[in-house]
DNA sequence: CTGAAAGCGCTTACAG
DNA sequence: CTGAAAGCGCTTACAG
């Protein structure tokens, strides 16, 4: 790049970075000559030398899902606030985004490798992981007492039969809800989560526990379509706590997680155990996040 | 991170990145010494020196927004299966992020400052850009052709007092709307994109244009609170296409375009321009994408 | 105002 | 199996 514009190197950081003790005349003809060839400065010879923004990782499942959607977009709020940058990928892609990233977010539970593999060190923080990792902070989720809160209401209202619809190889989720109903004294059933009307009425239930909003706003679609009444005949939750459960009929009724606090909560432990002195972990990398039973017009 | 563990560089870089050719007691050692230092290569050191995925920087509004996250998701995949990364950001933090990407994608729209300010010739794609920049390749929406289907849906129907909601500078896609009843005789007035049934309901429309299908959700929701009838009463439309439009009652009419096709459309070109030659530039760096017309339970 | 030297942290040959 | 040398593309002092 030096060599067509006829100047030096440190003339073309100097035209490009518009730093100042340039010739006007030169910098234009420097920016012309880069203008011309395409030039653009590479972003590691830079970054190797001056400090430069930090980059987050955050590893969510398919955007499409507002779940994830709403925890990035905090996220890259969050992020942008305290000066980093944010890479995302979905869990195929793990291994690449550890080497683009300075620390990672997210849910790693998605992923098919476990996160850092190839990289030592890594500043990892999981979001609602299957298990614990001991290098790694985590993000957990309390759901029992909202999960009680959401039977107590149901059985209030009558229901005698519930589903719980589940992953084929089962969730904390769908057991706490088990365990929930089991508790008062209540059996139920889980099936799994794709499960439709068509499937489900044999068994004549008066409640349904989505495996999560987006299921129970296929699960109203789908009542709607049947006929069936709710909540007079059959009752909904759904589990996430989506903004878009209110735009919906009935509205769904809900386990709801503050997405805005996990973020937060994930940013804030990540940055630390980022920032932590050599050798030294801080006390204890966990958040605990409860979930809260939000009552709509589905129960 | 050598002197401590007592080897040499190039064996630290043999054991952090498991080669061979290396005594496994020293790739331990190293291995634990790298753990108890906190130790990661640098992102930059390496990105130097070997061939590493280029990164894409993706500009969208609000995550929140499922229309944005759409796109992001079929970006994320795309680029993953292109080997690039995904920088995100926000409008307000453009500067940064084009520090820390070889091309940017996205709404400058939203934007505060130009695109590519302070790094001169990144390729940057342009979606639904207000004006057209003579730099960057661009994805244009062709509204013209499904808007004049809606309306004349709408009219087919007995639509008579239309009223399209508008930002308040005015946009395209209102513009749009206007000339389209306007080729048909009928006058649509414009009014403020928030507004609610309060306000609309002394000018007894029997047609509302939401600015956007989140307006229209907000629409439904408000509409059925004052027991109107949609779409006996009024007919509401909406734009963008979400899929979430299937789930509202009553399913939503919508302007809908393929995000799909931007997203993949969009990557095409920047790709394109980022391995373009050097001061050639692609015959023509446009691609526009149609809006089509779904009619559903609203119209 | 412009350029020659040094060094950022890594990896890739090449010697031992 | 391990290490000394060279170089990736930049920027930051320092000379002229």
Redesign the pocket.
Known sequence: ?SRPAG????????A??DM????PG?RDRVLAAARELNYH??R???G???PSARTLGLLVGDLTNPYYADLAATVLRLAATRGWNVVMAEPGSVADLVGAADAVVGFTGLALEPPGAGAPNLPVVEIDPPRAHPAHGRIEFERRAATREAVRHLLERGTRRPLVLDLPGGSPRAAAFVDAFAEAGVHADVVDRDAGWVDLAPRAPDALVAFNDLGGFRLLRDLAAHDVGVPQQVRVVGVDGLALGEFVTPRLSTLAIDLAEVARAALDLVVQLAQGSAGGSPEDPVRVVPHRFLARGST
Chains 1, 2 share one sequence.
């Not at 100047?7 to 100097?14: A, C, I, K, P």
């Open positions: 790049m100047v030096s190197r440190q003339t073309v950081t100097r490009v970075n100042p003790g340039i010739n030169t400065p590479s590691f010879g830079r190797l030398v001056k």
